[in-house]
């Protein structure tokens, strides 16, 4: 099965730096990646995915990147704002195999943004 | 507001002491899910009803069951709870499976087993 792998597990930064964090993932068939945004004691929230057609997303401030090739993809947030503050985790989806249709999740980033 | 509900957003029950947790859907989606999240952890899938079709993952204790009785509700039974059963449970919908279809997450319900 898919094994999604994120780092680092805590990030703080500067109200107006960049943050950005990292997954890899093992299933060579995965081609959905989203990712989730969860503030403390509320429900996963999905804030941007990609698909494997695509190398690169934005949003805004966010933005998706991804490396099919390398099997890896990242979140960066730019102007980080004290609202960012939460818990931020990649998935992986494949439309194939034993995890078709399936999410599997990184361990997640706590990211803290201080003003 | 077209979304994903569940009740109780707390649930308290004691050791050994059958539980269901709820959860309704307006998206009328096909497919729903019911993930565990532990503490600081990421959320782990225990099963998913495509339809009527019922896939249980490998890793899933016999402790815990689920029903569907039609396209909105589906259910979280939990025979005998476990300390380690503390958790939160959220319930997730996506309109099919597969990369077209994102998944739409309830509030959760909070498990504590005393």
């Known amino acids: 099965g898919e094994n999604v792998e994120q780092h680092p597990s805590t990030l703080s930064v500067q109200e107006g730096d960049s943050a950005v964090i990292k997954c890899t993932y093992s299933?060579?068939?995965?081609?959905?990646f989203p990712w989730y945004k969860q503030e403390l004691g509320k429900r996963p929230q999905l804030i941007i995915d990609i698909r494997s057609n695509v190398g690169e997303k934005k949003d805004q401030r966010i933005a998706v990147t991804l490396n099919k090739t390398a099997k890896h993809f990242s979140l960066h947030i730019t102007e980080t704002q004290p609202e960012d503050s939460a818990v931020y985790f990649c998935?992986?989806?494949?439309?194939?195999?034993?995890?078709?249709?399936?999410?599997?999740f990184g361990q997640g980033t706590i990211l803290t943004v201080h003003p | 507001d077209a979304m994903v509900i569940q009740n109780p957003r707390y649930q308290v029950t004691q050791f050994g002491k059958p539980v269901t947790l709820s959860c309704s859907q307006t998206l009328n989606h096909n497919v729903m899910y019911w993930y565990q999240q532990k503490s600081s952890q990421a959320p782990k899938l225990l099963f998913h009803?495509?339809?009527?079709?019922?896939?249980n993952e490998a890793d899933t204790p016999d402790n815990f069951q689920s029903r569907r009785p039609n396209t909105s509700f589906c259910f979280l039974d939990i025979r005998s709870p476990g300390l380690g059963d503390a958790a939160m449970y959220l319930c997730a919908t996506s309109r099919d499976r597969g990369v077209t279809s994102p998944l739409h997450f309830g509030n959760g319900t909070r498990l504590t087993v005393t």
């Open positions: 998935a992986a989806s494949s439309n194939s195999g034993t995890s078709y249709g399936k999410l599997t």
């Open positions: 299933d060579s068939a995965s081609n959905y």
């Open positions: 009803y495509y339809d009527k079709d019922f896939n």
